[in-house]
């Protein structure tokens, strides 16, 4: 398969097909053209990585996951360790999220949104912050 094709059926641009190729994720075979060559093994690989990266893993957490995979000698507790610190980040994640929404959500209320010139929210945004000793 061409570039184009296992981009197609992976479900991933050329541009990051080629990146994973660059930070050695996949390593297509090159014709005397020059000209990469993708075997199902790398189809797999890639759309593996495709599905990694929409869970939000890192490359780094991809590399590790793909190693893991074709470890055939691998304990799943590996994979459950370096899944669950994900979970946990994200986790952490969404909690800073809702209390950005929080605060917003407050200031916006706060905000009378009319003609004049006072705001709640300008005068948060430039607030400066206070350090502790």
Do not use: W
């Not at 990051?16 to 020059?34: C, D, M, Q, W």
């Not at 055939?72 to 929404?101: C, F, N, P, Q």
């Amino acid at each position: 398969m061409n570039i184009s094709e296992v981009a197609e059926r992976a479900g991933l641009p050329p541009k990051t097909i080629r990146h994973y190729e660059e930070i050695g994720l996949v390593r297509p075979l090159r014709a005397e053209n020059g000209y990469r060559q993708f075997c199902d093994s790398d189809l797999h690989k890639l759309a593996f990585l495709g599905r990694a990266r929409s869970l939000g893993f890192s490359l780094d957490d991809c590399r590790s996951l793909l190693e893991l995979y074709e470890d055939h000698g691998r304990a799943s507790a590996d994979v459950k360790a370096l899944a669950g610190h994900h979970l946990t980040e994200i986790d952490r994640k969404i909690e800073e999220l809702i209390a950005m929404r929080r605060t917003l959500a407050h200031l916006v209320d706060c905000c009378a949104g009319d003609g004049r010139p006072d705001c709640p929210i300008l005068d948060n945004l430039a607030a400066v912050p206070v350090l502790k000793p």
